[in-house]
Each structure stands twice: as C-alpha cells, then as structure tokens.
C-alpha cells in the first residue's frame, strides 16, 4: 500500500490517500531490459467525504518505489549504472454511486 498526497496550488498537504497494489514490471528479454511495456489498472476507494477534496485538489505527488528483477548471476557494480525510466500515468476519476 502507498500514499499519494493530494496538494493545493502551493503545494501545501491537503489529504492523502492510500493507494492499494502494485505497478506491474515491464517485460523483459535475457538482458533483463525491457523490450515491451505493461499496463496497471489500481481502482483507489474514495469515500464521499474525500470527493469533494479530490475535485479540488490542484496536484497530487507521487511517491513510487521500484525493485529490480531477481538474477542469479553476479553483475560488477564497480562502474556506475544507469537507468532511464519512463513512467507514465493516466488518471480517470469516476464517482460511482453507491
């Protein structure tokens, strides 16, 4: 489970919210590179106290954590190692009645 934090147009905290599961990995060839993307759908539950502040909010912040896959081969970290990662969101807000 993560927070988002739900922002006002000075970035000041307003609410939070938790966000439950995970985003899934890109899939990745035998050079453990990503060779095609992968898609996450995470419904997030707002009760109808927090829709109110979510429609007002001018900008959430997320916070992501990510894990590299598990390889059983020894990888020599005596020069730096870099990545580029490419992370892109798209939020639908559907209010369900209940």
Same mark, same amino acid.
């Given at each position: 489970?993560?927070? $988002?934090?739900?922002? &006002?147009?000075? *970035?000041? =905290?307003?609410? *939070?919210?938790? =966000? +439950?599961?995970? !985003? @899934?990995?890109? =899939?990745?060839?035998?050079?453990?590179?990503?060779?095609?993307?992968?898609?996450?759908?995470? +419904?997030? +539950?707002? &009760?109808?106290? /927090?829709? $109110?502040?979510?429609?007002?909010?001018?900008? #959430?912040?997320? /916070? @992501? @954590?990510?894990?590299?896959?598990? !390889?059983?081969?020894? #990888?020599?970290?005596?020069?730096? !190692?870099? *990545?580029?990662?490419?992370? =892109?969101?798209?939020?639908?807000?559907?209010? &369900? *009645?209940?």
């Amino acid at each position: 489970m993560n927070m $988002q934090l739900l922002l &006002d147009a000075n *970035s000041g =905290v307003i609410d *939070s919210l938790l =966000v +439950p599961g995970l !985003i @899934a990995a890109g =899939v990745l060839d035998g050079n453990n590179l990503v060779t095609a993307t992968t898609l996450t759908k995470i +419904p997030i +539950p707002i &009760d109808d106290a /927090r829709k $109110q502040t979510l429609t007002n909010t001018k900008k #959430i912040k997320v /916070r @992501a @954590a990510f894990t590299t896959p598990h !390889i059983l081969k020894c #990888i020599n970290c005596t020069t730096p !190692i870099v *990545s580029t990662l490419n992370l =892109v969101a798209t939020v639908n807000i559907i209010f &369900d *009645s209940l």
